[in-house]
Structures are given as structure tokens and as C-alpha cells.
């Protein structure tokens, strides 16, 4: 009975360790593109977010903008944070969040999520 016992504790344990575990290389991919300081931030529809990428860039990341829909999150003017800590914050001015969409160059970013550091 012992036997039996300890036997199938020692299979767990072997099945445990031969478990494959996933790689992590430190560079972000499309689930987390990685946390973005977001001078402004607000729905797509927002007049105060259509009237910040009116000023960046009239025609390209408007247009993008209007195709976007109404309830999501844009953010504009972000920058990538790369160092979290210190007591002034890595996001001093701006909303740290991660973005679904950051392939603007920063300008406009699409999807975000505010994250609290």
C-alpha cells in the first residue's frame, strides 16, 4: 500500500519536471506590446482625442481614427516606458497603459488599457 502511494508521487514529481515550460527571450509580442506613457488618452469617439490627432496629422491618423470604433481607448503622444520605478514615477505628465495597436509611432495608439504602477 506504501508502495503505491509513494510510486505515484514520484510519477507526479517526473511528470511535473518533464513539463514543458514556455521561453521568455525579455522582448514583448503582440498579447503585451509592453507599457506606453500616453500624454492623453480617452474613447475614440472623444472631441477632445479627435481634436489632438487633427493637430499630430490631419489626414493620415484621422481617417484611422474615425475607423476605429466609438468605445475604445486611443491614446495619443505615447512614448514606450522602459524602466519602472523611482519616486517620481515612469509616466510623470500622461496615463501609463498598454495598447493592443501600437504601430503608429506613438502618435495614436489603439486599444489601451490603463495600468496603476
Do not use: W, Y
Amino acid at each position: 500500500m506504501l508502495f503505491n502511494k509513494v510510486f505515484a508521487v514520484s510519477a507526479l514529481s517526473t511528470l511535473a519536471a518533464a513539463t514543458a515550460i514556455e521561453r521568455r527571450t525579455g522582448q514583448p509580442n503582440e498579447q503585451c506590446p509592453g507599457l506606453q506613457c500616453c500624454q492623453q488618452t480617452g474613447l475614440a469617439s472623444s472631441s477632445s482625442i479627435i481634436s489632438a490627432v487633427t493637430a499630430i496629422d490631419p489626414l493620415g491618423l484621422l481617417a484611422l481614427l474615425l475607423s476605429v470604433p466609438a468605445s475604445v481607448l486611443v491614446g495619443v503622444n505615447c512614448s514606450p516606458i522602459t524602466v519602472i520605478g523611482g519616486g517620481n514615477g515612469a509616466c510623470s505628465g500622461g496615463t501609463t497603459v498598454v495598447c493592443n495597436d501600437n504601430s503608429h509611432g506613438g502618435l495614436l495608439n489603439i486599444g489601451c488599457v490603463p495600468i496603476t504602477i
